[in-house]
């Protein structure tokens, strides 16, 4: 009874849908989006499931890959070039910065490659586009997440006890994730339109990396000039990092609040752009 | 309340020529502003819509309605803007002007299979590609089993799809767009895939949908299907609507028009011959069913010769679903005056695995090349068919028989094979 009476509620009042050609910038329509978080989700367990199938050693590439570049840095970087590194053992100072800059890269390529990907399905199907490059965003958590554990391991290893700092840790989680959001919604609606994108990731991502205090601390970066070094975004989440999780060095204040304003900026921007090519995407791509 | 569930207004869809076919890359555009700085600028501008000739509108100035629990077929030739038609209601593109006005949930199957992932299982990607039709976990958890039982693969539910045949993918692919129980339901093309009795299940399952009130739009070029299904038609052409009434008047009237011009596109136009219809000869349709009557098949294709050809090519293709070309043959010293005339081919036995099939002909005559999809397509239907899961793979149909005998007929064989242990030597 009261079935029927909500079926027939229901069939009253039919949402009414208007298609006409896209307007405006940021008219993104956030509820929609909310509504797709079931999508979301699957979108993210088909990349985690699908990500390791047929290779040999599986998820354990989520280690190897930020622990073998470790051994490389702390070599080179520490033990031959004496890199400064806040008093820390090389392997944790590297370590650390290596757990979200890997994360970085790996979500900026997914998402990147991951609209025209699912050219199959953006064709076919009407879902908000968002969720692809948000998708691609999060399934890299995963990975985060073992390397994660690997760290933890470490810092057992050497006896190295984070301080109260490490409260503020999940902020600067979100913030990296924030960082490869911004950058990805960019470069996945640019790559949707221009394929020459995706030459252009191996460099960025090469770029970037020596423009972050990845190999070497930011206090190498004069006083007065660490402002301008926080435009890079992943400055401030990288220090933030190494000092949330091992409490040595300071923390990063003007690099952190320059970098804070820089990926608001980029998500914005990141946001308006996405939605404004979401449109034409699917006669493009 | 109306019932009015479409309400489609003065609709127009413009693509850059090419635009569908290859993405850009920077270097075409920095190209495209040196040879012509304006024309950067002035290809954002939605004004000059006519005589631009790097644009063509897919779709213009159309407008209609839609009213609650109408089954409504649209037909047209390919190209002639019904794809794009469906794919802006389903909102996969913007229109360029124009709008709509849709009531209630919509469903698009605009492709079999979207959003499937070869190396998922199954079950993994019912809830996947249910997921991307718009479907909730809670509503695929409730559907599931009925959706499996429909596509008849509950032994393979657990298997990756990339071992599945065409037709098991194609029949789960189906079964979860059927069951996402949309008010309405846009249907491009998709039931001229499969076997014949999983189309009439496919058949039967919108019917069963229509008759539940909702409201279908469904592209197909097999009119047998329109005649089935819809009460009225949309005849699109050009971009435009050509007619729109009750379905059988239209599918006849397009028929007619198909058959006295042939299915030819602008540039085959030119050309010195047109073709038209096709039938198999003991059927007179378009079907061809492997279980009845002698083995010899006669294909009888019409056609209209326009200016007189000399020592021309006759060339022929037989393509499966998948665009294989499954056979072809090419007859020289085409000598062919004006006027009508009939191709009637004639094969021993057509041993093909039942599927659809498209016949393409080209012609030549001196220089120029005309070329021909034939309508309708080929369908091979057998109910006899073996292949009930689709697992067969292959083109040939051949006549077979497998005995099997008891007892080694060849111990050697067997133990090269490894089925015995070999004999002496180092054992």
């Not at chain 1, 020459?196 to 972050?212: G, K, T």
Request: aromatic share 10%; glycine share 8%; net charge positive.
């Amino acid at each position: 009874m009261t079935n029927a009476l909500a079926e027939q509620a229901v069939q009253v009042e039919p949402p009414v849908l208007r298609i006409a050609p896209p307007h405006g910038w940021l008219d993104i329509d956030f509820k929609e989006l909310w509504a797709a978080r079931e999508l979301l989700y699957f979108f993210v367990w088909r990349d985690i499931k699908v990500r390791y199938k047929q290779t040999a050693i599986g998820a354990a590439w989520a280690v190897i890959q930020p622990f073998m570049t470790m051994v490389v840095f702390s070599l080179f970087f520490g033990k031959l070039a004496k890199m400064p590194s806040h008093g820390l053992p090389y392997p944790i100072f590297y370590y650390s910065a290596l757990l979200p800059w890997m994360y970085f890269a790996g979500a900026l390529q997914n998402a990147t490659a991951v609209v025209v990907e699912q050219q199959q399905v953006i064709t076919k199907v009407y879902f908000p586009r968002l969720v692809l490059p948000l998708s691609a965003v999060v399934s890299g958590l995963l990975d985060f997440g073992i390397s994660f554990v690997v760290f933890l391991g470490m810092m057992a290893y050497y006896r190295i006890m984070p301080g109260l700092a490490i409260l503020l840790f999940p902020c600067f989680l979100l913030l990296a994730v924030a960082t490869a959001l911004g950058v990805g919604l960019w470069l996945s609606a640019l790559n949707a339109i221009y394929r020459d994108v995706r030459y252009v990731i191996p460099f960025l991502v090469q770029f970037w990396l020596f423009a972050s205090p990845v190999a070497y601390p930011s206090s190498l970066v004069p006083e007065r000039w660490r402002w301008l070094y926080g435009l890079n975004p992943m400055a401030g989440v990288i220090e933030g990092f190494r000092w949330a999780l091992t409490g040595h060095g300071q923390p990063p204040n003007i690099l952190l609040a320059v970098s804070t304003a820089m990926v608001l900026l980029l998500v914005g921007g990141g946001l308006a752009y996405f939605h404004k090519m979401e449109g034409t995407i699917a006669d493009v791509v | 309340m109306s019932d009015i569930v479409i309400h489609v207004e003065n609709l127009g869809k413009r693509y850059r020529i090419g635009e569908r076919e290859r993405y850009l890359a920077l270097r075409d555009i920095l190209a495209r502003a040196a040879s012509a700085p304006a024309r950067l600028f002035r290809a954002r501008k939605p004004s000059s819509p006519n005589g631009d000739p790097t644009h063509i509108w897919a779709l213009q100035d159309v407008s209609f309605e839609v009213r609650q629990g109408e089954v409504v077929g649209i037909i047209g030739r390919n190209g002639a803007g019904k794809t794009t038609l469906l794919k802006i209601l389903a909102r996969v593109t913007y229109p360029t002007k124009g709008f709509a006005e849709v009531r209630g949930r919509l469903g698009s199957l605009l492709e079999v299979g979207t959003g499937f992932h070869p190396e998922l299982t199954g079950r993994e990607n019912v809830f996947l590609s249910g997921a991307i039709l718009g479907m909730s976990k809670a509503e695929i958890l409730r559907k599931f089993d009925e959706i499996v039982a429909f596509a008849e693969v509950e032994k393979f539910i657990d298997t990756p799809v990339k071992h599945y045949s065409v037709g098991m993918r194609m029949r789960l692919a189906f079964a979860v767009a059927a069951h996402l129980e949309p008010e309405i339901l846009l249907v491009d093309e998709v039931l001229s895939v499969g076997d014949l009795e999983f189309q009439k299940k496919c058949l039967g399952k919108m019917g069963k949908v229509a008759e539940g009130g909702r409201t279908i739009l469904f592209v197909s070029h097999q009119m047998n299907q329109i005649r089935r299904l819809c009460k009225r038609a949309l005849w699109i052409d050009a971009g435009g609507i050509r007619a729109d009434g009750p379905a059988k008047l239209l599918v006849n009237q397009y028929e007619a028009a198909s058959l006295a011009q042939g299915e030819v596109s602008a540039a085959q136009a030119r050309g010195s011959i047109t073709f038209g219809r096709w039938q198999v000869e003991a059927s007179g349709t378009n079907v061809l069913d492997l279980d009845q009557g002698p083995d010899g098949v006669v294909i009888r294709i019409q056609a209209r010769v326009i200016e007189p050809i000399r020592k021309g090519k006759y060339f022929i293709h037989l393509k499966d679903a998948n665009n294989n070309i499954v056979w072809s043959h090419l007859h020289y010293d085409l000598k062919l005056d004006p006027g009508p005339v009939t191709f009637v081919q004639e094969f021993a036995s057509l041993p093909l695995v039942p599927g659809v099939y498209t016949w393409e002909v080209r012609v030549n005559n001196g220089h120029i090349w005309s070329e021909f999809m034939l309508a309708p397509e080929f369908s091979i239907v057998s109910r006899t068919d073996s292949n009930v899961y689709g697992h067969l793979k292959g083109f040939l149909n051949l006549p077979f028989k497998l005995r099997l005998q008891a007892g080694s007929a060849d111990e050697d064989l067997q133990r090269m094979t490894g089925l015995i242990p070999p004999r002496g030597r180092n054992a």
